[in-house]
C-alpha cells in the first residue's frame, strides 16, 4: 500500500508541476506579449510625433492604465532615452508612476482617479535620487538593442534576475524592451513590466489547492526556482 501511495504522490506531483510550469509561463508569456505591443505601438507614435514636431509629446498614463487594469500587471511602464523621463501604472494598488520636467525629475507615486484614468494632483510618494536609465533592466534592454544593431536577427527581451524593488522593497523580476522608433529604427526608450513574487506565490498557491485538495494542512510544498545570471538556482517563490 505504501508503494501505491508513492507512487499516486509521485504522478499528481508531476502533474501538479506540469500544471503550475503551464501557468507561470503563460503569465510570463501574456505579460511579454503586452510589453512587445506598448513597445511597437510607442515606437510608432512618437516616430509621428517626432517627424510632424520636432519632439517628443508629452506622454499621458492612459495607455498605461489601459493594459495594466485589463492583465492586471504588476508594474507596466516606460522610460525615455533622451531626457530620462518614466511614466508607468502598477494595477495592484492602482498607483501611476511618474518621473518628468513637471516633476522636476523627481520619482513620485500618485494614486489614480478612478473617474478620470489619470492620476490625482497629490503624490503619496516621492524619490529625487531614482534614475530609470540607470536600472538593470533598462540597462539590458539598451545592450539588446545595441547587439541587434551590430549583429542584426531577432530584438530580444531581456530578463532581469530577481531583485528588490527600488521604492517598495518587494522580491520581482523585470521583462523588458527597447521602443525603436519605426521611422529612423533610434532608440527612443524602454518599456518594462514587473512580475513580483507575491503573484507569482499566488498562482502557485491555486495550482496546489487544485492538485492537492486534501492537503488541509500544507505538507505539501511547491516552489518556483530560475537560473540567475550566474548560473546559480534561485527559489523565486
Not at 503569465?27 to 510607442?42: A, K, T
Not at 522580491?171 to 523588458?176: A, G, R, V
Not at 489547492?209 to 534561485?234: L, N, P
Request: aromatic share 14%; net charge positive; charged share 20%.
Amino acid at each position: 500500500s505504501d508503494l501505491i501511495v508513492t507512487k499516486q504522490f509521485t504522478e499528481r506531483n508531476k502533474i501538479a508541476c506540469r500544471r503550475a510550469r503551464t501557468t507561470f509561463q503563460g503569465h510570463l508569456s501574456q505579460s511579454l506579449d503586452i510589453v512587445r505591443h506598448v513597445s511597437q505601438l510607442f515606437g510608432r507614435r512618437e516616430a509621428l510625433n517626432i517627424s510632424s514636431l520636432g519632439m517628443f509629446r508629452d506622454f499621458d498614463e492612459t495607455v498605461f492604465v489601459k493594459f495594466g487594469t485589463a492583465f492586471k500587471m504588476d508594474n507596466l511602464y516606460f522610460a525615455s532615452a533622451s531626457h530620462g523621463s518614466f511614466i508607468g501604472y502598477n494595477a495592484n494598488s492602482d498607483v501611476v508612476l511618474w518621473r518628468d520636467n513637471s516633476t522636476k525629475f523627481v520619482y513620485k507615486k500618485y494614486p489614480l482617479n478612478k473617474d478620470t484614468g489619470t492620476k490625482n494632483s497629490k503624490a503619496m510618494y516621492s524619490n529625487p535620487s531614482y534614475k530609470p536609465r540607470g536600472r538593470p533592466w533598462y540597462i539590458g534592454a539598451e545592450k539588446n538593442y545595441n547587439s541587434f544593431l551590430t549583429s542584426g536577427g531577432v530584438l530580444e527581451p531581456y530578463w532581469s534576475d530577481v531583485y528588490f524593488s527600488f521604492s517598495s522593497n518587494v522580491l520581482m523580476i523585470t521583462m523588458s524592451l527597447p521602443v525603436i522608433d519605426s521611422f529612423s529604427g533610434k532608440l527612443i526608450g524602454v518599456v518594462g513590466a514587473d512580475y513580483t513574487v507575491n503573484t507569482a506565490s499566488s498562482l502557485l498557491s491555486g495550482t496546489k489547492s487544485e492538485s492537492f485538495e486534501e492537503d488541509r494542512y500544507h505538507y505539501v510544498i511547491m516552489t518556483i526556482t530560475m537560473k540567475t545570471a550566474d548560473g546559480k538556482t534561485s527559489i523565486l517563490a
